[in-house]
């Protein structure tokens, strides 16, 4: 060990009791109040510095130290902890009706004519956790465990970077707080890839993984987990006056330098109470954690300790819970969809179950390497997944449940609807009806897309209306559509006089079109409305197109060889001629644009517009922007140059912080309208 003079030692100690001030005020800057002072980088340097510092004087280290996270070696077993004060759990609520008389009772037990309010609070999916305080210094942290035993998990517990090894500002002499645990979606899917490609175990959803990350015996298996964690209760506090209220609670503990979730909010009775749960239910798939519902909790701490507890919940609380978004079902039989390119999906037909609020009797099961990936067989248990939105998906299958004589599903050789031959594109994994237009389902899914809101756009043009039109025979090929009469249409069933007029107005008002669109509703394979709007810029009209070869085609900006192919071999098909050329004489046209010669001030420029705009729609502001040169797409990767968010942005902001993409608002987006003159 290497000595040191006393001056040089007291030099050092003052120097590190600084940086280890300076490195707590800075994770509390970044963890909790979300507003960091200085960048990663600065960050690293202070925490490299003060590594070397404490190697320099092993005799200066102490277990508070943000060097100290991973200490412990591992454990046998885990310790058990008694609870001072038990750790309750929550009453349900499944409906609005719940709510109410959750609501009713808590007031007349308290004689109470006037609303409560409420702290509501969304239920994370994780497992809760209290952690002790002594003198401001961590001490302890315990699982739940069956409520008034847990597991001491302290070792794991101190490597979550967000969680202070020592609190700020006046800490009181023993302070328990009390919250929860959980992974973050992206660190998840994150970590399961990860552990995918080294052909490891995945786990099955964030709570599960939270879980098996922290009980884990060696603290640096957990160090490397992604966890991270919310308060959002008091437990045993001596020596501190405690405020009145929950949400002062809240605000307490953050400013000891505990994260609290940020979507806390104090409401005003049941009718707040609903409207929060709207709120972030809505929003829930755009959350960057996992939630299975709300909690409500009565604000006011004096009328909690009136009401007190029943068993092991508080009458002043209830979690109001999401319908369940994995359900277990049958999968009756798997069969094949048709899409518009003649890709054939496999569906599975399911018993019906009622799962993400909806009954669901269909789900998609993506393409055949999936079906053999999940080991899907027909006559399966499955569970079945509806999350937010999302076309429903069987998400897994279980296989101890299988009845004999199970049978795996195959490709038809045939396509299902027109009987035509069905190919394997070389390369893909996909399988292709040959039929192309004689194809009915093709026709139709061309339909579909050819009257799409971002293609022609023709309104109210629906689904069961494409199957209607062409089942009756009365359209075939897009330009048939053109030809339609009112009369006509109102002869079909459920159809009335007005509707029909009302659709071929729109159907005349689709004609006035922009090349880009035109090109789009094609629906040349390969040939998605970025390549329709950058093959529209460089060749200005569609015979150009039409009359170009392979090598003038990949002239054009991110258009490759598989691309050009794709487009030259669909305008050499005498029938796709044909049918621009009708297209054209039934009326259709676009404002001629001059190829690339005009102003391309953002050309080499890739956009992406998320959430809604105030003064214009997002296809608008996309056209605005391809306009003046620039790409707009739809999803973020390392190649966007900025992000356009509007309000209520959700997962594209969070991939774009992640990646460092620039994020503009919709302030700076008509700015460089105007001016047109990209930002920086
Ligand atoms: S309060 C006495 N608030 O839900 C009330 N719990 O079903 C104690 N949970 O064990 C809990 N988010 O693990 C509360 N915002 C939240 C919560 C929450 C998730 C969990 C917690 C608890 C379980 C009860």
Redesign the pocket.
């Known amino acids: 060990m290497t000595r040191h003079s006393g001056d040089e030692s007291s030099k050092a100690a003052a120097e590190i009791e600084t940086l280890r001030r300076d490195i707590r005020h800075h994770n509390h800057r970044y963890y909790v109040l979300d507003d960091p002072e200085i960048s990663d980088a600065e960050w690293d340097r202070l925490l490299l510095r003060l590594r070397a510092l404490e190697a320099a004087h092993p005799e200066l280290v102490t277990p508070d130290s943000p060097t100290q996270r991973v200490g412990a070696a591992p454990a046998e077993e885990f310790a058990e902890i008694r609870h001072r004060l038990p750790?309750?759990?929550?009453d349900n609520a499944f409906s609005d009706e719940d709510v109410v008389g959750f609501d009713r009772r808590a007031r007349e037990r308290l004689g109470r004519e006037t609303q409560f309010e409420y702290s509501a609070?969304?239920?994370?999916d994780g497992?809760?956790i209290a952690v002790t305080y002594e003198n401001g210094v961590l001490v302890r942290a315990a699982t739940?465990g069956d409520g008034t035993t847990g597991e001491d998990v302290t070792a794991n517990v101190r490597t979550i970077a967000s969680l202070p090894l020592r609190l700020s500002g006046d800490a009181p002499p023993l302070l328990e707080a009390r919250g929860?645990v959980f992974m973050p979606i992206a660190g998840f899917e994150r970590m399961n890839a990860e552990a995918a490609r080294r052909g490891d175990k995945v786990f099955v959803n964030p709570r599960n993984a939270a879980a098996g990350s922290l009980r884990q015996l060696d603290p640096r298996i957990t160090a490397s987990r992604p966890l991270d964690l919310f308060f959002?209760?008091l437990g045993v506090v001596e020596g501190a006056r405690l405020p009145k209220r929950h949400s002062e609670v809240l605000q307490r503990l953050r400013h000891w330098g505990l994260r609290v979730c940020p979507e806390a909010r104090v409401v005003s009775g049941v009718s707040g109470c609903l409207d929060y749960y709207a709120n972030i239910g809505a929003r829930r798939a755009q959350l960057p954690y996992q939630i299975d519902g709300v909690?409500y909790k009565i604000d006011d701490l004096d009328a909690q300790r009136e009401l007190g507890f029943v068993s092991r919940a508080?009458r002043w609380?209830v979690?109001h819970k999401f319908p369940a978004d994995e359900a277990l079902t049958v999968l009756k039989d798997v069969e094949f969809q048709v899409g518009r390119t003649g890709a054939l999906t496999p569906v599975a037909r399911l018993e019906p179950v009622f799962v993400g609020g909806v009954t669901v009797s269909n789900a998609t099961l993506h393409n055949m390497d999936e079906i053999v990936r999940k080991d899907v067989h027909v006559g399966d248990t499955v569970v079945v997944r509806r999350a937010g939105d999302v076309i429903p998906e069987v998400a897994r299958v279980l296989p101890e449940r299988r009845p004999v004589g199970a049978r795996v599903p195959q490709m038809p050789m045939q396509c299902p609807v027109c009987g035509s031959s069905v190919e394997r594109d070389v390369d893909a994994a996909v399988a292709r009806c040959t039929g192309g237009y004689r194809c009915s389902a093709q026709r139709k899914e061309r339909l579909r897309h050819f009257a799409s809101r971002r293609a022609l756009d023709i309104e109210g043009l629906g689904e069961k209306l494409v199957d209607q039109l062409v089942e009756a025979a009365l359209v075939e090929w897009p330009s048939d559509l053109f030809g339609l009469s009112a009369e006509r249409l109102a002869a079909l069933e459920r159809m009335g006089q007005k509707s029909a007029e009302n659709l071929i107005g729109s159907i005349e008002r689709s004609k006035e079109t922009s090349l880009a669109r035109f090109l789009y509703a094609l629906g040349i394979r390969e040939v998605g409305e970025a390549t329709a709007a950058a093959l529209a810029r460089h060749f200005g009209d569609v015979d150009a197109l039409a009359s170009a070869d392979l090598e003038r085609v990949q002239q054009v900006p991110d258009v490759g060889p598989v691309v050009a192919a794709r487009v030259v071999e669909f305008f050499a098909d005498p029938d796709n001629r044909r049918e621009i050329e009708r297209l054209r004489t039934m009326g259709v046209h676009w404002a001629s644009a001059a190829p690339s010669s005009g102003e391309q001030p953002f050309a080499g420029l890739t956009f992406v517009i998320t959430g809604s705009l105030e003064s214009m729609g997002r296809d608008e502001a996309e056209d605005a922007l391809r306009a003046l040169g620039a790409k707009a797409v739809g999803s973020v990767s390392r190649k966007t140059s900025y992000l356009i968010a509007g309000a209520e942005a959700g997962s594209k902001l969070r991939k774009a912080e992640e990646l460092g993409v620039p994020v503009l608002d919709e302030q700076a987006l008509l700015a460089m309208l105007k001016t047109k003159r990209p930002p920086g």
Request: glycine letters at 0%; charged letters at 20%.
């Open positions: 750790m309750l759990s929550l609070e969304p239920k994370l497992l809760a739940r929860e959002y209760a909690v508080p609380a979690a």
